[in-house]
């Protein structure tokens, strides 16, 4: 599943077609997406103009002139299509025109048409208004975002302060943080030299005060997570920029996908264990 960076590269590269225009006109060809898309979808959209596209964690969120929000997810094998009518802007190239798997066309004002495919349908659209997202469920349960300003040592200090669990599964958990998956809790751990099986609470003192290790790993989640951007993304299977192109990130990885390989920082080599069915990867030796 796509990961905060994978996102935030997919919202730049639609941000340039989509900001500013409105909806002229709005296809479903396919409704059966991870939620039902709801029947006035459409009608909703239809001559709405699209404010700001912005990003909550993995969530895109479009602010439409009508008051109302368009949240979108990728699910596990979502993309978007840029039509090749758009004006050309940052990430946009030519990729694949096949539409078995179109499921949703935004056709805009300025000529661009912007095209949700998804083969898996794990992907969802819903509307919801404005005064209400504090409240959507799938929203309102969601941690700090990681690159916010707000997010810092002693905040995630906080969080961890009375968890038993390991740090890998608190980071994973997006109460916690939002937008974190496997990939990048990995590797943000082995950037700041801790053991993914360190327990979680080990970041505070005993009154929930951040300690150097909590500084340490808000320093790496940043720096992991900016790199990654910059990068376009990690691209495994499914993952394409709003041009289609592939990330590439995954040339970076220092631990993830690397089991048996040697460590990049010590002699060590790196390891694969399970945790919460998920694969960890990390060294035994250098992150304690």
């Known amino acids: 599943m796509p990961e905060l960076p994978e996102v935030e590269t997919v919202r730049r590269g639609l941000a340039p077609m989509m900001e500013g225009a409105s909806f002229k006109k709005v296809e479903v060809r ?27 964690a993995k969530y895109l969120l479009a602010d439409l002139s009508s008051g109302d929000v368009l949240i979108m997810h ?71 975002e990681p690159l916010g300003n707000e997010f810092d040592a002693a905040m995630l200090a906080a969080a961890c302060a009375r968890k038993k669990t390991s740090l890998k599964a608190a980071l994973s958990d997006q109460r916690v943080v ?40 808000v320093e790496a989640i940043k720096a992991v997570l900016n790199d990654a951007i910059k990068a376009g993304g990690s691209s495994l299977r499914d993952h394409r920029r709003a041009d289609g192109s592939l990330g590439d990130f995954q040339h970076n990885f220092q631990v993830y996908d690397r089991e048996g390989e040697p460590c990049p920082n010590c002699k060590g080599k790196v390891k694969r264990i399970v945790q919460t069915g998920r694969s960890t990867f990390y060294c035994p030796r250098c992150q304690k």
Not at 90 to 114: I, W
Not at 182 to 208: H, Q, W
């Open 30 to 56: 396919d409704r059966r997406l991870r939620w039902p898309i709801a029947k006035d979808f459409e009608k909703r959209l239809t001559g709405k103009t699209i404010d700001g596209l912005g990003r909550r």
């Open 74 to 144: 990728l699910g596990m094998s979502g993309s978007f299509r840029v039509g090749q009518d758009a004006k050309p802007g940052l990430y946009h190239h030519e990729r694949s025109k096949s539409t078995a798997h179109d499921h949703v066309v935004f056709h805009l004002s300025n000529g661009a048409t912007v095209t949700f495919n998804d083969p898996r349908r794990f992907g969802s659209m819903k509307l919801v208004p404005r005064a209400k997202l504090e409240h959507e469920p799938l929203l309102r349960s969601l941690g700090p």
């Open 178 to 217: 939002a937008g974190l998956g496997n990939i990048y809790v990995c590797e943000a751990l082995f950037r700041a030299r801790l053991s993914p099986k360190r327990i979680a609470s080990t970041i505070a003192d005993r009154n929930g005060k951040p300690n150097q290790r909590a500084q340490a790993l």
